[in-house]
């Protein structure tokens, strides 16, 4: 192995801090890296680094703030390697030394677009930068330069989500014409393989269509892994037409699935269904969080997921088998019942009507895409919660009618959202702490081994709660909407956490003694 | 998911459309009509010859990012002038045609290298580049070469043939950057000072500063990695006045490898006219 050679699989393995086997001498100094967009495979989001705890979180204060330039309203979240801070549009990444926010060096490929992007994967000395265009590139991490540029396999379009980097392939995913997921050698760029939620010719599933072709099931949110079992796991959209399901009789699959693939060839290993038959849009893109545990006193492989549809799901992640479906927000009534499998129950009185049809949770979820995170001490599964209501409605009876929806169903009623903390194991609530003025999901959530959960709030509150009980210990208000999830890293020793507010990204540490960056 | 996929194909004016848009884009009397008039009316906010001004951001600067690239916007910017900005219309104090010119004169300025390639054996120029002119050993084109300097892949989309010339041969070329009283936004140095430090610690460092502060120091060092060093761990620090660039390369390299090399360089663009015709726009990711 070259000097330029990275190791990061050690550093990805389960949910140890993250702290990466740097042996290309990028930075001679013992950093700690904030590596792929979960900040470790299994999408715990849970940072080990512990010098910010709830003892000294109050006097956390600003180091630096970095402006990007072109889109406003940035949902990446930054990556960490060696020191330098990686923040990506669509086109485009800014490097930045993460002590100082000194810009390092910039790529952006033509045009300036638009459009959520939320982050880059690191490889290798490698950066991925997905395009506008329908391409797939690989940087250079010490200075920008295009190492390999390949047009996406079929002409496709790659949705906003960060590369996903394991096993030296690139996972990248998309929407149109419906959703996929393919995968690149992360080293030359070449294609090798592509999986989509639409059943084949040969798989039964198919039957779940009522002899429609199916449609839809878009897959725009980065997923995790487990290199034990050698699978990825990822999350996929709702069935077309969205909000009109009377053309498209049955269950729909894969739609609002959980899904688990081969990393190596993408060959379906197993599924499951939150929604069947969905007619409200509750993807299920929210992360599939992978723990290990005891459930019911039998330690166990699980999959965590607090989805859209309502209910945090604990699945066994080594043959995605249910185990547990627990309703999270106050109201839910788009089913009558999970039954002992997991196949909810749809009722039909809850289906999108020219009058409109008030359904809880709404279109916009009882939670989303933002990251939630797991404390593996505490046993505590974190996330935005957003209790409330919405009215789906469709302009006429006929088959594929125009549908729309709308969000608080009345004053009085609206949103209102809340971090939340759940037993991992039995998915009880154990405390909330409620973001007052946030009415509509945004930031995620991060964990860190100093006891503490970072949470961000829509218009602009970043907050420090503490793990155990919710209460909030230190805030900085960073003057703009926020729209990503945080992260932690450290550099020569010091602790930073991270948060990107709009276009500024904004980094904080404990007050230095003596000269400092 | 709220699915909002805006199919934006991105109208570029094809030459025909050019010249029927501005039949005086190919006249160059008439450019140059535009040049004079472009030095009367607007040099006061935009400096001369394209470069950036005291008010106005530079409008020919190479490798910017231009807001209104068609004649059709320059032509409006200028008689219409540019809401929310200090740019005022022109119109009722220049004619239309008058106009035209300014707008030709403008488009011209903005030509790069790619436009007009120097002729020569390209294929030998390529050779001259990665071997005996040691280009290689500092530049990268398509991912092959060194990251010391910059990296040369667009280099002729984003220079000018002159620039490429005068690189290649005089010590004290420089690349600026925008400039001009647009925003200016933190952005990596548009050049490649060389220094030389030694740290407290022992080490010494010699590479091409990248960024630096009052704190900090951002370099890529001669053995290609990125060191980000606080000033406080340095000793000492010297800014090398002369470039790493050679600047004989029209005396070292003999005639045939130069005019080589040169249509080598001028040939160096990374978009492909088909990567610009249509672009779709993701657009606001389903939620």
Known sequence: MGIRQFVMIGALLGCAPVSAQVSDGLLKQDAQNWLTYSGSYNGNRHSGLKQITTANVHQLQAKWVYHMTGLKNLEATPIVANGVMYISQYNRIDAIDARSGNVVWQFQRQPIATGAQRGTGFWNNKLYVTTSDKHLLALDARNGSVLWNVAVADGLQLAGEAPLIVKGKVIVSGNQPHGFIQAYDAETGKYLWSWSPIPAPDDPALASWGGQTPEGMPIWVSGSYDPELNLIYY??????????????????????????????????????????????????????????????????????????????????????????????????????????????????????????????????????????????????????????????????????????????????????????????????????????????????????????????????????????????????????????????????????VAIISSSNVFSFGLPDHGATL | ?????????????????????????????????????????????????????????????????????????????????????????????????????????????????????????????????????????????????????????????????????????????????????????????????????????????RGLLRNEDSFSIQMIGLDEQLHLLNRAAIKTIVYEPTSLMPSDYNKRLSPEEYTDLLAFLTRQDTMPASDQASVIMPGKDPD
């Open chain 1, 235 to 496: 999350g996929t959209g709702q069935p077309e037409p969205q909000w009109a399901g009377e053309t498209r009789k049955g269950d729909d699959l894969y739609s609002d699935s959980i899904v688990a693939l081969d990393a190596d060839n993408g060959k379906l290993k197993w599924w499951f269904q939150n929604t069947p038959h969905d007619t409200h849009d509750y993807d299920s893109l929210e992360m599939p969080v992978l723990v290990d545990g005891a459930w019911k006193g039998k330690q166990r492989k699980l999959l965590l997921q607090a989805n859209r549809n309502g209910f945090y799901y604990i699945l066994d992640r080594t043959n995605g088998e249910f185990l547990q479906a627990t309703q999270f927000v106050a109201k839910v009534d788009w089913t009558t019942g999970i039954d002992a499998r997991g196949h909810a129950a749809v009722d039909p009185s809850h289906d999108p009507s020219v009058q409109g049809t008030t359904t809880c949770p709404s279109t916009a979820g009882a939670t989303n895409w933002p990251s939630p995170s797991y404390d593996s001490a505490l046993h505590l599964f974190y996330f935005v919660a957003q209790e409330g209501c919405g009215i789906n409605l469709r302009d006429s009876a006929r088959n594929y009618a125009g549908t729309g929806y709308l969000e608080s169903p009345a004053e009085g009623q609206g949103w209102q959202l809340y971090t939340r903390a759940l037993d991992a194991f039995t998915g009880k609530k154990v405390w909330d702490y409620e973001q007052v003025t946030s009415h509509h999901y945004g930031p995620g959530v991060m964990s860190t081994a100093g006891g503490i959960v970072f949470s961000a709030e829509e218009f602009g509150q970043f907050t420090a709660l503490d793990a155990k009980t919710g209460k909030a210990l230190w805030h900085f208000n960073t003057g703009d909407v926020i729209t990503a999830s945080p992260i932690s890293y450290s550099v020569e020793g010091k602790q930073y």
């Open chain 2, 1 to 205: 998911m709220r699915r909002h996929l805006v199919l934006a194909a991105l109208t570029l004016i094809s030459s025909a459309s050019w010249a029927q848009t501005n039949s005086l884009a190919q006249d160059g009397a008439a450019i140059e009509q535009g040049r004079v008039l472009y030095n009367s009316n607007c040099t006061g906010c935009h400096g001369a010859n394209g470069a950036a001004g005291e008010i106005g951001p530079g409008l020919a600067i190479p490798g910017r990012s231009y807001g209104r690239n068609s004649v059709a916007q320059i032509f409006d910017a200028i008689k219409l002038g540019i809401p929310a900005t200090v740019m005022p219309a022109h119109q009722g104090k220049l004619s239309d045609e008058q106009i035209w010119k300014i707008t030709a004169y403008v488009k011209g300025l903005r030509g790069t290298a790619i436009d007009a390639p120097l002729p020569g054996d390209v294929a030998h120029g390529q050779k001259v580049f990665w071997g005996g002119g040691g280009c290689g050993s500092c530049h990268m084109i398509q991912g092959r070469g060194s990251i010391i300097g910059p990296d040369l892949s667009n280099l002729a989309g984003t220079r000018k043939t002159t620039s490429i010339i005068d690189a290649l041969t005089k010590t004290m070329h420089r690349v600026y950057g925008p400039g001009g009283a647009g925003p200016h936004t933190l952005a990596p140095l548009p050049v490649y000072p060389v220094v030389r430090l030694t740290t407290f610690s022992g080490k010494t460092f």
